[in-house]
């Protein structure tokens, strides 16, 4: 099994990014996925997750902002990310698990390594 993120960089406050999950190794029928965001001294944070028949749901934080997607495929998982701010800034990781959940990352079997992203005021 593996995830590998992309997409990570430095943004300005109001950009926008896309990161990208490449997921192998499993049937992503079976699995939903998620993305998280750590930022230095806090917690891991759930931001967005995506159903294994491919329903979104998003953290509070980045509602309206942030939209979870997968191509035709299943394989590959996006993060669009707009209207950035500085608190955005972290790791960002997605994660693979059987059952979808923003507050509980330890439901979660299978994770990436990780992308940086960086929003400057």
């Known amino acids: 099994v593996q995830l590998v993120e992309s997409g990570g960089g430095l943004v300005q406050a109001g950009g926008s990014l896309t990161l990208s999950c490449a997921a192998s190794?499993?049937?992503?029928?079976?699995?939903?996925i998620g993305w998280f965001r750590q930022a230095p001294g806090k917690e891991r944070e759930g931001i967005a997750c995506?159903?294994?028949?491919?329903?979104?749901n998003y953290a509070d934080s980045v509602k309206g902002r942030f939209s979870i997607s997968s191509d035709s495929g299943k394989n590959l998982v996006y993060l669009r990310m707009s209207s950035l701010k500085p608190e955005d800034t972290g790791v960002y990781y997605c994660?693979?698990?059987?059952?979808?959940?923003?507050?509980?990352?330890?439901?979660?079997?299978?994770w990436g390594q990780g992308t940086q992203v960086t929003v400057s005021s």
């Open positions: 190794g499993f049937t992503r029928d079976d699995y939903a």
């Open positions: 995506l159903t294994s028949d491919d329903n979104p």
């Open positions: 994660a693979a698990g059987l059952l979808p959940s923003l507050m509980y990352p330890d439901v979660y079997d299978y």
